[in-house]
């Protein structure tokens, strides 16, 4: 083979280092985000500790940038934000207690803590908790997940 061209050499680098380029698909590596199969799966996830992102969504073709998104946001955040893909048609009660009427739409849910006032409660063996949802609203790239992190004080790396 002959030699690489400065054209050919600027591209390869370009794939090779830089995080953002999206011309060409990239490498991931095996799904990072988890599908949605139950609450209880849910909670347990929230009580790991780590931030969840959770996309409500409704399978369709206009899902499909919002899906490629999520997989790479996934797979640079790992395993310090977890990402849920919720299909709303699947589990209707889930995705109607948000309250939301258009779709897909995506929110973080972050830090359980045991609710102080547990109200009137019917069976001792159930605890309440309180969980701090924050609705995203940033634009929908991975660069845009960092920069709502970084503003809402969630770590999303390792401290350095």
Excluded: W
């Amino acid at each position: 083979m002959g030699e690489q061209t400065f054209y050919e050499r600027m591209i390869g680098h370009l794939r090779g280092t830089c995080k953002y380029y999206t011309g060409y698909p990239k490498d991931l590596g095996p799904s990072r985000v988890i599908d949605f199969t139950s609450e209880r799966d849910f909670v347990h996830l929230l009580h790991e500790g780590y931030p969840v992102v959770v996309a409500f969504t409704i399978r369709c073709n206009l899902t499909r940038h919002l899906d490629k998104v999520l997989e790479e946001a996934a797979a640079e955040f790992y395993p310090h934000v977890k990402f849920i893909r919720v299909e709303c048609p699947k589990y209707p009660g889930f995705c109607i207690s948000r309250q939301k009427t258009e779709y897909p739409f995506i929110e973080i849910f972050r830090s359980p803590q045991q609710a102080s006032n547990q109200g009137r409660v019917v069976d001792s063996n159930i605890t309440k908790y309180s969980v701090k949802v924050i609705p995203f609203n940033y634009d929908l790239s991975a660069y845009g997940f960092r920069e709502f992190f970084k503003r809402h004080g969630i770590s999303s790396s390792d401290p350095k």
